[in-house]
């Protein structure tokens, strides 16, 4: 199932996409609903963010490729970061080049949406707490994140957080391509079989540390590849069985 969040005549709902159609859902999809006949054809429709989480927690250094590519040795343990929700986009909307950097880099990443509140759970528990999978972009101003020394000012810029379109269930994450288009380019090319600490560890050992909330993201890490953006460019992660999260880089003046 592909779960979409939509806007269509100033209303936002929720809906699952099938072929070039969106059935609307009644209720909440992290809890129960049902999908009636009411129908919209998915080019009549605007996609959001799937999901409005309260937080974004992020890996850094999870895939071997880039491992090796960064020459650092394999961390022992998931190096954690977190997001603001405000740096939120969904799909084809802009990343705002800040005033204040001079390297916005791109990290396409396998994220995974939390179905609801969990704390202190072990791996075999994992997945079904597990609403989906979606495509994210760990925007970064990578010029930033070295002259700080940490992470937080570099990753959190509104806009800095665009992931969709759909969140896709019932599907094994073990074994996704994964790649970062820009400009119709490849750029990032991989597959989640080379994570270092699999979807399981990740979200028992963040829960270990926090409590998750429903719709809260996990955004997994990023392969070998990573490289800068420019303005005017449009910049997509594919990922295999989810779909291609699309986005354009602005600038800071063209969001006044």
Request: glycine share 6%.
């Amino acid at each position: 199932m592909k779960l979409v969040r939509f806007q269509k005549d100033g209303k936002i709902s929720y809906g699952v996409l099938e072929e070039n159609i969106i059935k609307v859902i009644n209720g909440d999809i992290f809890d129960e609903f049902t999908v009636t006949d009411n129908i919209y054809p998915f080019t009549e429709v605007t996609l959001k963010a799937p999901c409005n989480p309260s937080k974004i927690v992020c890996v850094g250094l999870n895939y071997r490729d880039h491992a090796a590519e960064m020459k650092d040795r394999i961390p022992e343990e998931p190096v954690l970061f977190i997001k603001p929700s405000t740096a939120v986009i969904g799909p084809k909307e802009s990343i705002i080049y800040p005033k204040m950097s001079n390297q916005v880099d791109y990290e396409a990443e396998l994220a995974v949406v939390i179905k609801d509140k969990i704390k202190d759970i072990e791996e075999d528990q994992v997945k079904e707490h597990i609403l989906g999978y979606t495509c994210f972009n760990d925007v970064t101003a990578r010029d930033l994140q070295k002259k700080d020394g940490q992470w937080t000012r570099a990753k959190s810029f509104d806009t800095f957080a665009p992931f969709g379109p759909t969140i896709v269930t019932d599907i094994d994450p073990s074994n996704l391509n994964i790649q970062l288009l820009l400009n119709d380019q490849i750029k990032q090319n991989s597959n989640t079989n080379q994570l270092i600490f699999s979807m399981e560890k990740l979200v028992s050992f963040i829960s270990k540390i926090m409590t998750l909330n429903p719709g809260d993201v996990i955004a997994t890490g990023t392969p070998s590849g990573v490289g800068p953006m420019n303005v005017g460019d449009k910049v997509a992660v594919k990922i295999e069985k989810i779909g291609i999260l699309e986005n354009y880089v602005r600038n800071y003046a063209s969001r006044l």
